[in-house]
């Protein structure tokens, strides 16, 4: 930080792994806040009648694997192979399992920190298919970064797919 308690670019530019919380709202029927400080996500809904939010989700977890998918079809001919491989897998199991639900959503490097962080503490992982997420570093505000957000078992499965493009 510079020495006139001034803000900078710089400030922010920092790694994901050095945040201390992460939360989202989402605005509906009902209004629900999803929250964590490092140990554990809870979530929250607006009581409108007292005007505060409850804790309606206590320690909200990912299941180990997931029936659910995101990618950016438009994007499949600049994917490489393991996430070529990964997205048929999801599309064609081999192993007698039903096929994954597809949903999509694009994101930038600050929203992939704050997802990742919440990923993480609900036992989920965050891969880029290099390295953990929040790993990263960034280097501008509107960097972009693949991601995996998902289910333990799930990214396991991804970060095995690039290992073994990496030995070939």
Same mark, same amino acid.
């Given at each position: 930080m510079n020495h006139n308690n001034e803000p900078t670019t710089e400030d922010v530019l920092k790694p994901g792994n050095e945040m201390v919380a992460a939360g989202y709202c989402m605005y509906g029927s009902s209004c629900m806040l999803v929250l964590s400080s490092g140990t554990g996500v809870h979530g929250f809904t607006l009581d409108p009648s007292l005007g505060e939010f409850i804790l309606t989700h206590p320690d909200i977890?990912? *299941?180990?694997?997931?029936?659910? /998918?995101?990618?950016? @079809?438009?994007?499949?001919?600049?994917?490489?192979?393991?996430t070529t491989k990964y997205v048929e897998r999801c599309k064609y199991p081999k192993d007698g399992s039903p096929a994954k639900s597809l949903r999509y959503v694009g994101s930038v490097l600050y929203e992939v920190f704050p997802m990742a962080f919440l990923m993480e503490q609900a036992g989920g992982q965050a891969f880029t298919g290099k390295?953990?997420?929040?790993?990263?570093?960034?280097?501008?505000?509107?960097?972009?970064? *693949?991601?995996?957000?998902?289910? /333990?078992?799930?990214? @396991?499965?991804?970060?095995?797919?690039?290992?073994?493009?990496e030995k070939n």
């Amino acid at each position: 930080m510079n020495h006139n308690n001034e803000p900078t670019t710089e400030d922010v530019l920092k790694p994901g792994n050095e945040m201390v919380a992460a939360g989202y709202c989402m605005y509906g029927s009902s209004c629900m806040l999803v929250l964590s400080s490092g140990t554990g996500v809870h979530g929250f809904t607006l009581d409108p009648s007292l005007g505060e939010f409850i804790l309606t989700h206590p320690d909200i977890k990912i *299941p180990t694997k997931g029936n659910i /998918y995101s990618v950016n @079809e438009g994007n499949a001919q600049n994917w490489d192979g393991p996430t070529t491989k990964y997205v048929e897998r999801c599309k064609y199991p081999k192993d007698g399992s039903p096929a994954k639900s597809l949903r999509y959503v694009g994101s930038v490097l600050y929203e992939v920190f704050p997802m990742a962080f919440l990923m993480e503490q609900a036992g989920g992982q965050a891969f880029t298919g290099k390295k953990r997420a929040l790993d990263l570093v960034p280097e501008k505000i509107h960097e972009r970064s *693949p991601i995996f957000l998902g289910s /333990y078992d799930d990214v @396991e499965e991804i970060k095995a797919l690039y290992a073994t493009e990496e030995k070939n």
